[in-house]
């Protein structure tokens, strides 16, 4: 039997998960390490410990395989990240990471350059925002010229992993698509872009597939892992596209609905899609020839965690008492409350927004507290506050023309059977769950597969492997939710201007 690694080089550990071609998880490893802020708004991870947990992950899942039965490997991991390698492969300074805030000078310019917002959109497909890629060149470009001045590769986190293990410099599209400097649909880099920002392609490495073999493992990377010299390693995937394919989110009309601290939107189109103002990510699938669109909110399952810790002492203490998860007592409270809460509405932008609101200053709002309100009330708004938040990139997906059939929830906040059915109602579609909760790593191994023959397609990879276990369909709340989503949609327009002044006001007093 082949057997197939996948490897997910995440912003807290790197994670190595071998399955085999029925799909079962046969060993799983995982080492972390941390990231630093050295100013506000910063965030940076040494490439060195990505590496180092690598190769700990990988021997320690070669520990019950053996090398020579790894038929392929796959690469997944955070995306947007900038490595900055000399000629000789060498690091040049901290990667800057996908979570970094430094460069909105660096992406108005960008925009400018590129000939305005919506040029920019036809060139990428997307707008360019600070977390992205090219902007972060910049950035070194402009306020540190002796790291500038010896760089010659530009890579992403997984594909620094991928040089490690190959030496070579590739990537693929899902991944590419993050950085802002890549045509999503045309799958490969945008010159027109490169010569307005003046980034040398020779700088950026060659586009391969996702499951298209890109390179094969090295002496000197059998030497440090273990694994055997020559296993082909394919294109891989950024994260959000893997964890999509180790879902099974590779058909147009199914979508993934995440609810982890931050919540994304993810559906799968067999043709390339653009949001005209720029709303939604327009991103290469790890699919050949698909695309997908993603709609991401910040503060998803995080707004319950951050009702739990405020305004939660109570329940906690019923919790130790009670040897109950706290969670589960929350939502049994919620379960108190009528759908819609007397009209308390919720507003989930506890950490600004992104989709569709790309607003920073955006805060987190209860509207419509009567004396009737109780504590049940409050958690049932944030639950449902959180699924008119992803409601509103359903909305965008819809407008597109793409016709959603079934929603699949991950994440810890799917693990609450009343929120789906508040999903359900609020989406008006089933919110199913499938058998894999590996994530991106999974995915990556799947990929993997393909690229070893072990499977005929990506599809054929996701048919044989994930299954659907559950499933809730719309109850009776579906109308009411309607009535009070079209609530919720007009109150960010109504408070935007005063998100803004209330922000100002707060930072003078700072």
Known sequence: MSYLLGIDVSTTATKALVIDERGQVCATASDEYEFFTPRPLWAEQNPSDWWRACVNGIRRVLE???????????????????????????????????????????????????????????????????????????????????????????????????????????????????????????RNWSDELLKA??????????????????????????????????????GGGGDQAAQAVGTGIVQEGIVSATLGTSGVVFASSDSYRLEPNGLLHAFCHAVPNKWHLMGVMLSAAGSFRWFRDALGAEEKERAKIEKRDLYEILTSEAARADAGCEGLIFLPYLSGERTPYPDPHARGTFFGITLRHGKEHFVRAVLEGVAYGLRDSLELMRALGLNISQVRASGGGARSELWRQILADVFNSEIALVNITEGAAYGAALLAGVGAGVYTNVEDACAQTIRVTDSVTQGKNVAVYQDYYQVYRGLYPALKDSFEKVGAVAARGV
């Not at 040398?200 to 298209?212: G, I, K, N, Y």
């Open 64 to 186: 019950k395989i053996p090398a020579h039965e790894i038929a392929g490997i796959g690469l997944t991991g955070q995306m947007h990240g900038l490595v900055l390698l000399d000629a000789d492969g060498n690091v040049l300074r901290p990667c800057i990471m996908w979570n970094d805030q430094r460069t909105a000078k660096q992406c108005a310019e960008i925009t400018e350059r590129a000939g305005g917002a919506k040029n920019l959109l036809q060139l990428i497909g997307n707008p360019v925002l600070p977390g992205f890629t090219a902007p972060k060149i910049l950035w070194v470009r402009e306020n540190e010229p002796e790291v500038y001045a010896r760089a010659a590769h530009v890579l992403l986190p997984k594909d620094y992993l991928r040089y490690k293990l190959t030496g070579a410099y590739a990537t693929e599209p899902s991944d590419a698509s993050g950085m802002a400097l890549l045509d999503v649909a045309k």
């Open 197 to 234: 920002i003046d980034i040398p392609r020779a700088w950026l490495p060659d586009v391969f597939e996702s499951p298209v073999v890109s390179a094969k493992i090295s002496a000197d990377a059998a030497r440090e892992t273990g694994l055997l010299e020559g296993t082909p390693v394919v």
